[in-house]
């Protein structure tokens, strides 16, 4: 059984940087084809996709969010990072990590990730 859990800082001051680590268990984040992403769910709103990083250690971003996002790993740890910089309240959310089952097939859907953690809420205020 997969399992992901989020870590990170709960409050971030305005254009500072929120960084949340990913830790997969029951499997490799190496292992061929899967896709580990980041998601958010603003509050009142619907998911919105970050990025991922593949099996492969190829990343890609929302274009929305990209020029403030990157997505890394420690493969040693079976962890994957987000950072985002220059936050505002608007990015704050319930951050998901989860496994991804393609890239582009599975952008933006929630059947195209078959195991997520459970959330973490990041607060964006001073």
């Known amino acids: 059984q997969v399992q992901l859990q989020e870590s990170g800082p709960g409050l971030v001051k305005p254009s500072q940087t929120l960084s949340l680590t990913c830790t997969v268990s029951g499997g490799s984040i190496t292992t061929n084809s899967y896709y580990w992403t980041w998601i958010r769910r603003p509050p009142g709103k619907g998911l919105e996709w970050i990025g991922y990083i593949n099996y492969r250690g190829t990343t890609y971003y929302s274009p929305s969010l990209k020029s403030r996002t990157s997505i890394s790993r420690d493969t040693s740890k079976n962890q994957f990072t987000l950072r985002l910089i220059s936050v505002t309240p608007e990015d704050t959310a319930v951050y998901y990590c989860?496994?991804?089952?393609?890239?582009?097939?599975?952008?933006?859907?929630?059947?195209?990730?078959?195991?997520w953690g459970k959330g973490t809420l990041v607060t964006v205020s001073s």
């Open positions: 989860a496994r991804g089952l393609g890239g582009s097939s599975s952008w933006g859907r929630e059947d195209g990730a078959d195991y």
